[in-house]
């Protein structure tokens, strides 16, 4: 079975690809019925069809797929859901075998919807500017920040919030005479406060004094604080040009004094009274940690550390839980009006990203961890999210409704990914919560072609009802969201996959072991956010042992004679990598980097997580072409380079013998023209990864014994240790107490074949 051919048509990649028939048999097979769903995947060979979906009746509003019963001559259709009878609506009245709407050809198991109506509001963009900052630091994000208005559509509205000690919300409308309503930044201001002192909100849509001609219908009374970018960018480049940095003074033993809780509530609070379920992101740029205010992460006196694992652990933090509690909320509200959070952070301590995480999770925004804005990876990167199409149109989706509908032997568990619920009740929501659960709908403020979630399922049939084998389970994914064009649009996948009895060797034969490894992934960091790591790591363990003892060929209290068949046979190795990864080792990360590293996971498709689990190992030598090498110390090797693809970071590693002989300067020499092509070779294939990948990985260049050499040893199969030597020869030796995958193995088939019942 091609996983990956059916990704490309659909965007899903299944755990399981045939269905155990009954729900023991389901949990016997350990890793759950689930699925990692693209719902924006980027398909140019199919254009969206201009016209309304076909639905069931409520309450099943099933949209009509090729796996729906017809009668041409009846001109009826039956649902596969709710199995209800539906009339064609008249515009089909010459449908007939050989005359078939789109939605109804099998290759059409993915359509797009273009619906009539459109969003009266265009995309609105809300910039949250920090300005305590360096005169360095403020110049470049200024620079960036004006570079970005040339970026957005010209119709597209745009505000300004600046904040240090106190917040200033900019007014655009006035031209001669900037103005800027001033809030306190250590007060936190409610929905109902920031309402009345800017006079926004639907209680002003009847008041006299109507709006300008120009104004952007519906804004509310916020016509002047958000303008279209055509006709404020000259008033918002002056606006940032002329931005200093905060006037209040800093002694030598303090921080800055920085409100970013209180100015994203006046951002969360203006965005949702005069935009509400309108498409439209704030970004928040911020240069360090919140230190007043609702938010605060940490006390103004710099002999007051920032927060550790260590600290959040022994809940010695005093700011930790309450400023979580604040930007949960925050992250609700912003959800529930369909706007997006991104933060790109700027700082080489932390800013506060364990705190913020949920509202960037919750609303499918963007997070950027950064040492300064002055570095290329937060300029690529910002840009990248301002990213066109070829129609012009900026690459993303707002204010998305994801539902899924099950035929009656499935139920929902739950979603993990960039979403919240929207408590959307019925028969197929399950017990068992995975995840987001308890609904059959999510929200997603925000979608790119990348965004990926996971959705997971229960088999709910009892032994007595086991299904026929061959019949099939059906799951729709429809996603209906704004197009930054304005129009809104429907994505509907529709997808069936076979029933089997649960010894059938069709179900072994069809598992996506690199999905599964995925969703296992997202399970396991999700279950970390609220759980001890030991407990999550031991979890992990007791999940594969029961894969190998349920899938394993072997013979009882035997180890020599286990097998596993070749859909689980790398399938432990990614179980390894992901127990000695950042998501789930939190040692020498802080917080805001276990937050960044867990983010990307949650959105990220397939192929990107897996590289996040387990990187890609490449080598560059004289004797042959570039080729994938094993992700092991054995790879070291003094005559070659290689380079390493962790998702984060992309770095080229030279050997001893290479990186003497580029010191003296061989490569400069005509002579040596092959170790200069040799030396070059790796450098191009990082730009294509460079150029494709958001956020932009960090490019590292080092040489065999460099400190930096330590991102890849770090992330090596440790086969050669002062402790042991592997079996080839040769590779360096890492000075690690970590197991090596060889024994990894030994102790599970052990433990397979001992505990087998």
């Not at 999940?543 to 190998?548: A, T």
């Not at 001992?754 to 019942?757: I, V």
């Given at each position: 079975?091609d996983?990956e051919?059916?990704?490309?048509?659909?965007?899903?990649r299944?755990s399981?690809?045939?269905?155990?028939n009954?729900?023991?048999?389901?949990?016997r097979?350990?890793?759950?019925?689930?699925?990692?769903?693209?719902p924006?995947?980027e398909?140019p060979?199919?254009?969206p069809i201009?016209?309304?979906?076909?639905m069931c009746?409520?309450?099943?509003r099933a949209v009509?797929?090729p796996y729906?019963?017809?009668?041409?001559?009846g001109?009826l259709w039956?649902?596969?859901?709710?199995?209800q009878?539906?009339?064609?609506?008249?515009?089909?009245?010459?449908?007939s075998?050989h005359?078939?709407?789109?939605?109804?050809l099998?290759?059409f198991?993915t359509?797009?919807?273009?619906l009539?109506?459109?969003?009266p509001?265009?995309p609105?963009f809300?910039?949250?500017?920090?300005?305590?900052?360096e005169?360095d630091?403020l110049?470049?994000?200024?620079?960036?920040?004006?570079?970005?208005?040339?970026?957005?559509p010209?119709h597209?509205?745009?505000?300004l919030i600046t904040f240090?000690?106190?917040?200033q919300l900019?007014?655009?409308g006035?031209?001669?005479?900037p103005?800027?309503?001033?809030?306190r930044?250590?007060?936190d201001y409610?929905?109902?406060?920031?309402?009345e002192?800017?006079?926004i909100?639907s209680s002003v849509?009847?008041q006299?004094?109507?709006?300008?001609?120009?104004a952007p219908?519906?804004?509310?009374g916020a016509e002047?604080f958000?303008?279209?970018v055509?006709q404020c960018e000259f008033?918002?480049?002056?606006i940032l040009?002329q931005?200093q940095r905060?006037?209040?003074p800093?002694a030598?033993?303090r921080?800055?004094?920085?409100?970013?809780g209180?100015?994203?509530?006046?951002?969360?609070?203006?965005m949702?009274?005069?935009?509400?379920?309108?498409g439209g992101?704030?970004?928040l740029?911020?240069?360090?940690?919140?230190?007043?205010g609702?938010?605060m992460?940490?006390?103004?006196e710099?002999?007051?550390?920032m927060?550790?694992?260590?600290?959040?652990?022994?809940?010695?933090d005093?700011?930790?839980?309450k400023a979580?509690?604040f930007?949960e909320?925050?992250?609700?509200?912003a959800?529930a009006a369909g706007?997006?959070?991104d933060v790109f952070?700027?700082?080489l301590?932390?800013v506060?990203?364990a705190?913020?995480?949920?509202?960037?999770?919750?609303?499918g925004g963007?997070?950027?961890?950064?040492?300064s804005?002055?570095?290329?990876i937060?300029?690529?990167?910002?840009?990248r999210?301002?990213?066109?199409d070829e129609?012009g149109?900026?690459?993303m989706?707002f204010n998305?409704?994801?539902?899924?509908q099950?035929?009656?032997?499935?139920?929902?568990c739950?979603?993990?990914?960039p979403?919240?619920?929207?408590a959307?009740?019925?028969?197929?929501?399950?017990?068992?919560?995975i995840g987001?659960g308890?609904t059959?709908?999510?929200?997603?403020p925000a979608v790119?072609?990348?965004t990926?979630v996971?959705?997971f399922?229960?088999?709910a049939?009892?032994q007595?009802q086991?299904?026929?084998?061959?019949s099939?389970?059906l799951?729709?994914?429809?996603?209906?969201y704004?197009?930054?064009?304005g129009?809104?649009?429907m994505?509907?996948?529709t997808?069936?996959r076979s029933w089997?009895e649960?010894?059938?060797?069709?179900i072994?034969?069809?598992?996506?072991?690199?999905?599964a490894a995925?969703l296992?992934?997202?399970i396991?960091?999700?279950?970390a956010?609220?759980?001890e790591?030991?407990d999550?790591?031991r979890?992990?363990?007791r999940?594969?042992?029961?894969?190998?003892q349920?899938?394993?060929d072997y013979r009882?209290?035997?180890?020599?004679?286990?097998?596993l068949?070749?859909?689980?046979?790398?399938?432990?190795?990614?179980m390894?990598?992901?127990r000695?990864?950042?998501?789930l080792q939190?040692?020498?990360?802080?917080?805001?980097?276990t937050a960044f590293?867990?983010?990307c996971?949650?959105r990220?498709?397939t192929?990107?997580?897996?590289?996040m689990?387990?990187p890609?190992l490449?080598s560059y030598?004289?004797?042959?072409?570039?080729?994938?090498v094993?992700?092991?110390?054995v790879?070291m090797?003094?005559?070659?380079?290689?380079?390493?693809?962790?998702f984060?970071?992309?770095?080229i590693?030279h050997?001893e013998?290479?990186?003497e002989w580029?010191?003296?300067?061989y490569?400069e020499?005509?002579?040596y023209?092959?170790?200069k092509l040799?030396?070059e070779a790796?450098?191009?294939?990082t730009?294509?990864?460079?150029v494709?990948?958001?956020p932009?990985?960090r490019?590292i260049v080092?040489?065999?014994?460099?400190s930096q050499?330590?991102?890849?040893?770090s992330?090596?199969?440790?086969?050669?240790s002062?402790?042991s030597?592997n079996?080839?020869?040769?590779?360096?030796a890492?000075?690690?107490?970590?197991v090596?995958?060889?024994?990894f193995?030994?102790?599970l088939?052990g433990?397979?074949v001992?505990?087998?019942?």
């Open positions: 079975m996983f051919a059916i990704e490309d048509q659909d965007g899903v299944c399981w690809n045939v269905l155990p009954t729900r023991i048999e389901a949990t097979s350990v890793v759950p019925v689930s699925a990692l769903y693209t924006l995947k398909r060979e199919q254009p201009r016209y309304e979906p076909v009746k409520v309450p099943c009509l797929n729906c019963q017809i009668d041409v001559r001109k039956i649902c596969p859901f709710c199995l009878r539906n009339q064609f609506p008249p515009h089909y009245k010459d449908i075998a005359n078939l709407p789109p939605e109804l099998p290759r198991t359509i797009e919807y273009e009539p109506r459109r969003s509001i265009p609105v809300m910039f949250v500017v920090d300005t305590c900052l005169e630091e110049k470049a994000l200024k620079d960036s920040l004006i570079l970005s208005l040339s970026l957005l010209p597209a509205l745009v505000g240090g000690t106190m917040v900019h007014e655009l006035h031209q001669e005479c103005k800027a309503y001033v809030f930044g250590a007060k409610n929905v109902k406060q920031i309402q002192m800017l006079g909100g849509r009847n006299a004094g109507a709006p300008a001609a120009n219908q519906q804004a509310f002047r958000v303008q279209p055509e008033t918002l480049t002056g040009e931005l905060d006037p209040w800093v030598a033993d921080r800055a004094l920085r409100s970013t209180a100015a994203m509530a006046v951002a969360v609070g203006m949702e009274s005069a935009f509400p379920n309108a992101r704030i970004m740029f911020c240069g360090g940690p919140a230190t007043q609702p938010g992460v940490v006390g103004a710099l002999k007051e550390p927060r550790s694992h260590h600290d959040i652990d022994k809940e010695a005093r700011h930790y839980r979580i509690k930007y909320a925050l992250a609700r509200r959800a706007h997006a959070v952070s700027g700082c301590d932390q506060g990203l705190e913020m995480k949920s509202m960037v999770n919750w609303t963007n997070m950027v961890l950064t040492d804005f002055v570095t290329a937060f300029k690529q990167s910002f840009q999210v301002l990213d066109k129609a149109d900026l690459q989706g998305a409704t994801l539902e899924v099950t035929t009656k032997e499935l139920k929902v739950g979603m993990i990914g979403g919240v619920s929207a959307k009740k019925s028969a197929m929501v399950s017990d068992t919560e987001v308890g059959t709908a999510w929200r997603l790119t072609a990348r990926t996971g959705v399922f229960e088999v049939n009892q007595s086991a299904l026929q084998p061959g099939r389970g799951v729709q994914f429809s996603t209906t704004q197009h930054a064009r129009d809104y649009r994505r509907v996948t997808i069936a089997a649960g010894a059938s060797p069709d072994p034969a069809s598992f996506d072991q690199e999905a995925v296992m992934a997202r396991a960091v999700f279950k956010e609220a759980e790591v030991g999550v790591l979890w992990l363990d999940m594969l042992i029961r894969l190998c349920k899938f394993g009882r209290d035997d180890p020599a004679s286990f097998r068949g070749p859909s689980f046979s790398i399938y432990p190795q990614f390894y990598h992901l000695r990864s950042q998501f939190v040692f020498n990360s802080s917080p805001d980097e590293y867990r983010h996971l949650f990220e498709d192929t990107n997580s897996l590289t689990i387990q890609s490449m030598g004289f004797e042959g072409a570039p080729a994938p094993l992700l092991d110390s790879s090797k003094p005559d070659v380079i290689l380079m390493l693809d962790t984060f970071h992309i770095l590693w050997g013998t290479i990186a580029r010191k003296a300067g490569h020499q005509p002579e023209e092959n170790l040799l030396l790796p450098v191009v294939d730009q294509s990864l460079l494709e990948r958001m932009v990985p490019y080092c040489d065999q014994n460099g050499a330590r991102f890849l040893v992330k090596l199969n440790p086969s050669t002062y402790s030597t079996q080839y020869g040769g590779g360096e890492v000075l690690t107490d970590d090596n995958v060889s024994t193995l030994s102790a088939s433990l397979a001992k505990n087998a019942s």
